[in-house]
């Protein structure tokens, strides 16, 4: 009897302590959302019934003022809805809010740990400082031809489908895992007529919305001190070290007979071989040059994946922006070959396709930075708010992406949207899709240039038709936590162009 008590009386203690600290907000006056034992404000986030973008959207409309208060368990985070303030996060108030608030233990996922967007501090410093300079627009126009080649060989692979309606994800998911492996490890994967490639089967291993990996990803986003008890990897020790053996493989080949490539590992090659010739030991050890050449991989592949995937997906669905498209893109020339980088990147309708995509269907639904000293935040409607250090804020982009006060009719897809003068009248930070600020994303330039040249192939020799005309909104997967994607599939049909 007397252990029962000790365990009801511990209980009620617990249940005690958890009341008193999920009456953070509220005894500090900030409005928000009321905490549910145990779980707190995103049960169903933790629960796998809905994505993160949509239980923050719920979210985003319940709360009425330019910001307000939820609970992650019983840890009290500050939720964003003024741009104003998303500004202020990502470069006005940059010094308080430089880390992401994601913890990957380097010891336990060395790989994904040594992520410039997992890294936090000066570990973030040095992990930007080399992906950047292999990132530049000098390096991106040097990668084209590799991308042409890849964008011959996906044309080829639907050609010969023309009757077949493809996944859109998964086709994609070829391109991008092509390019990317091409373009950072000078691996050759050819998805297309090898869709069962080592490359390929362990790309889409990295994020398969296994249970075991949506448990660590969301202990790394919200709980991070029971994944670091437990030792939680999201990568499978499968999928690190088949990529630490293609960096050993590579830097083995290229040493043995003195090739060099121009992709990303090459530069890291570069530097080892620059200090040793120096008589000092290597700049980078094999498992920081498989971490930094994933950076390259991981940042390059999914996101491109699901970008490239919604855009022929809206295209099909809206037969008049895809033959302007087809038009603006035929004014410039009739094969891929005629595209160099400054031709892709100035023609403007394109962009504006790409940027509405992004709005309606942003590869990530939100970003979360750390507070690291007290810093108060101030609406455009005259509230403000101290955050205390240790605080997550919230950014949701997926709900400012779509809120009516910026995009009206926010479920239609509108191009117009992103003309000049258009884009002048909204709030800057309204739309975010790669981030703001010293910390957004470095590899922008390479997977715009990858997902234009995409398009461009694709528009030049196809009609996109869908499947189905949808009723309502598209369903989303819950199991995909981190990225926002279909829950059925995106399916279409590539119809030739000139067969009709």
């Not at 549910?36 to 719920?58: C, H, N, Q």
Request: proline content about 6%; glycine content about 6%.
């Amino acid at each position: 009897m007397l252990i029962l008590q000790l365990f009801l009386a511990s209980i009620l203690v617990a249940f005690l302590i958890w009341k008193w600290k999920v009456s953070y907000w509220q005894r500090r006056g900030v409005a928000c959302i009321p905490a549910k034992f145990p779980f707190g404000s995103i049960a169903d986030i933790l629960l796998m019934r809905r994505t993160i973008g949509e239980v923050y959207d719920e979210i985003y409309y319940d709360l009425k003022s330019g910001f307000g208060g939820i609970y992650r368990f019983w840890w009290p985070a500050l939720f964003v809805r003024d741009p104003e303030i998303v500004k202020a996060v990502f470069v006005k108030e940059f010094n308080s809010f430089h880390d992401n608030d994601y913890f990957v233990d380097p010891e336990v996922d060395p790989i994904l740990g040594l992520n410039p967007f997992n890294s936090k501090g000066d570990r973030w410093k040095y992990s930007r400082g080399i992906v950047t300079p292999s990132l530049t627009i000098l390096k991106v126009k040097g990668m084209i031809p590799g991308i042409k080649s890849v964008c011959k060989q996906m044309a080829d692979y639907v050609e010969r489908q023309t009757d077949e309606f493809l996944e859109g994800y998964d086709l994609m998911g070829k391109y991008t895992t092509d390019v990317v492996g091409c373009s950072a490890y000078g691996i050759e994967a050819n998805s297309f007529e090898n869709p069962n490639s080592v490359l390929r089967q362990m790309s889409s291993r990295m994020f398969d919305g296994s249970l075991k990996g949506n448990i660590a990803l969301l202990c790394a986003l919200y709980f991070p001190a029971l994944g670091k008890l437990l030792r939680f990897k999201i990568l499978t020790e499968e999928v690190n070290q088949y990529f630490i053996s293609v960096v050993r493989e590579a830097v083995s080949l290229r040493k043995k007979d003195g090739s060099s490539r121009d992709d990303f590992l090459q530069s890291l090659i570069n530097a080892n071989n620059d200090a040793e010739a120096r008589g000092n030991p290597p700049v980078y050890s094999e498992e920081e040059m498989a971490a930094h050449s994933m950076t390259f991989f991981l940042d390059g592949y999914e996101t491109a994946a699901l970008l490239l995937g919604f855009i022929v997906y809206e295209l099909s669905l809206n037969p008049e922006p895809q033959e302007k498209l087809r038009q603006e893109i035929r004014k410039n020339g009739d094969s891929v070959e005629a595209f160099d980088f400054e031709t892709i990147h100035s023609m403007e309708y394109l962009d504006m396709i790409v940027m509405e995509t992004l709005r309606k269907h942003p590869s990530g639904t939100s970003f979360s930075r750390l507070c690291t000293r007290d810093v108060v935040l101030k609406s455009q409607d005259g509230s403000d708010v101290l955050v205390e250090e240790g605080t997550p804020v919230i950014l949701p982009m997926y709900s400012l992406h779509n809120d009516p006060e910026y995009f009206p009719d926010p479920d239609r897809f509108d191009p117009e949207r992103f003309t000049k003068d258009n884009r002048a009248s909204r709030p800057q930070f309204c739309f975010f899709p790669f981030g703001g600020g010293p910390r957004s994303c470095p590899g922008n330039t390479f997977a715009m240039t990858m997902v234009k040249l995409a398009m461009i192939t694709v528009l030049l020799r196809f009609r996109l038709e869908p499947k189905e005309i949808p009723v309502g909104k598209l369903e989303l997967d819950p199991r995909n936590q981190f990225f926002h994607s279909a829950k059925h599939g995106l399916w279409l049909k590539y119809k030739p162009v000139d067969a009709l």
